[in-house]
């Protein structure tokens, strides 16, 4: 998707060779440029620090790197996804800062659980499936001004049509999770919300409590 009366930045080549990967398909789900500066200079701004990533299987684990960075985490049930990202991590010269752990990302987070880890992250980014059985553990892992970023949350649309509008079944399977999500996260009054119209909808929960 190019931006309007320019062209569109083409991925670099270590992205454009990932297996299963296509250029178009890149652009079609990347963000405009304007959500895409927002999006860095809130980072920038935030001074993110100490990262974790969440993700389900089939997802490829790239991170940036944050100011005065002690280190990332990533949770992974398949270490091929991870592996599979991990040219560009150590290009971008941060492979020796990330914390890989393989299997389902729920335990994971129970063994954070501890003094140490709590309130100690900065940001948080979350691709699963009932984000609802992790937002509790989290909001307790991120310090005070910490973000958590929830991907997916419009489904493909669905959380605004009505319950009899015709649904593939895999939509219709997690709407609910993602509508019962949407709705405890905007009465809970430990974080601020903000949703981010970017491929399928980001929000965003700022912990202030």
Not at 94 to 101: C, G, L, S, T
Not at 163 to 186: E, K
């Amino acid at each position: 998707m190019a931006p309007p009366g320019g062209r569109a930045q083409e991925p670099p080549p270590e992205r454009r060779a990932l297996p299963g990967t296509s250029y178009d398909d890149a652009r079609g789900r990347g963000a405009v440029p304007e959500h895409a500066s927002q999006a860095r200079r809130r980072q920038e701004d935030h001074g993110d620090r100490r990262l974790h990533r969440l993700l389900p299987p089939g997802h490829r684990a790239r991170h940036p790197r944050g100011r005065h960075d002690p280190g990332h985490g990533q949770s992974d049930i398949n270490r091929e996804n991870y592996e599979l990202g991990l040219p560009c991590i150590k290009k971008a010269g941060v492979a020796h800062k990330v914390d890989f752990r393989e299997g389902p990302a729920l335990p994971v987070l129970d063994l954070l659980q501890d003094e140490k880890n709590l309130g100690s992250f900065d940001f948080v980014f979350v691709d699963a499936d009932n984000y609802l059985n992790y937002h509790e553990r989290l909001m307790k892992l991120v310090r005070l001004g910490g973000l958590v970023g929830y991907d997916n949350t419009l489904w493909n649309g669905s959380v605004v049509l009505p319950d009899y509008t015709p649904m593939r079944s895999y939509i219709r399977h997690y709407r609910d999770f993602v509508l019962q999500f949407n709705r405890t996260v905007a009465d809970d009054d430990r974080d601020e919300i903000c949703q981010l119209p970017v491929g399928d909808g980001i929000t965003l929960c700022r912990r202030v409590k």
